[in-house]
C-alpha cells in the first residue's frame, strides 16, 4: 500500500485523525516541503491556529539538518503519539533517544510540551519543562486548549492565567496580519490542491 502523500503544517491538522496528524507533520523532518506553502518564515500559519504544528514547524522548517530516515521518524512519531494518549512513562524513556537523533536541531521538547498540553496532560506538560522546554506562545495556546480537556489542565490554566494570556496576546506586526489574510477563493484552491 503506498502511503498517503503528506500534508503541509498549513492544512493538515483540520483533514486527518490525531494520530495520523503526528506521521504528517514528521514528514517535515525528513525533507518534505510544499510549494509555497512550507515557508521557512513561518508567517503563514500562527499558533492561535494549530499550535502543535507551529511548534514542529519551528524546528523543523528553520534549522538546517540532515533529514530523518523512515526509522528515525517513526520513533519521533511515535513519542508524539505516545504524547498525544498521555503516556508519561513510554514519554520518558523514548524521549531521549529522539532528543539525540538530530542534536540540537530536532529537539522535541516543545513539541512535546505543546501536544501534552493541547490534550491536557499535565504530567507530560510539566515533565518537558523539566526537560528544557520554554513557556512560549505554542505552549500558552496549547494549556488553554487543553483547560478544556481535563480538570488539572483547566486548574493549571486558571492559577497561571495572566501569565499565559500575556503570552497569547502578543501584539501582531500590522504588515504580517495582512500577509496572513487569504482570500477564501484561495483557501479553496490550496485545499484542492491538498486533496489530489
Known sequence: MTPPRPLCFRHVHQHVPEEEWMWHLVQHMRGVRHKSLC????????????????????????????PLDESEAQLYEKLLVDTLHGNLEVVKVSFDDVRNLRKPYLNP????????????HLQI??????????????????VQKGSNSTSEMATYYEANKEKLDKLIEIPLDPA???AQKVSDEQRQKIDELIRR
Open 39 to 66: 515557508q521557512p518564515k513561518l508567517e503563514f500559519m500562527t499558533p492561535r491556529v494549530d499550535p502543535i504544528g507551529h511548534s514542529v514547524a519551528q524546528i523543523a522548517l528553520i534549522n538546517d539538518y540532515e
Open 176 to 178: 504580517k496580519v495582512a
Open 109 to 120: 521538547v516543545q513539541p512535546v510540551a505543546t501536544v501534552g498540553a493541547f490534550k491536557g
Open 125 to 142: 506538560l510539566e515533565f518537558a519543562m523539566e526537560m528544557g522546554a520554554e513557556m512560549n506562545r505554542d505552549v500558552a495556546f496549547a
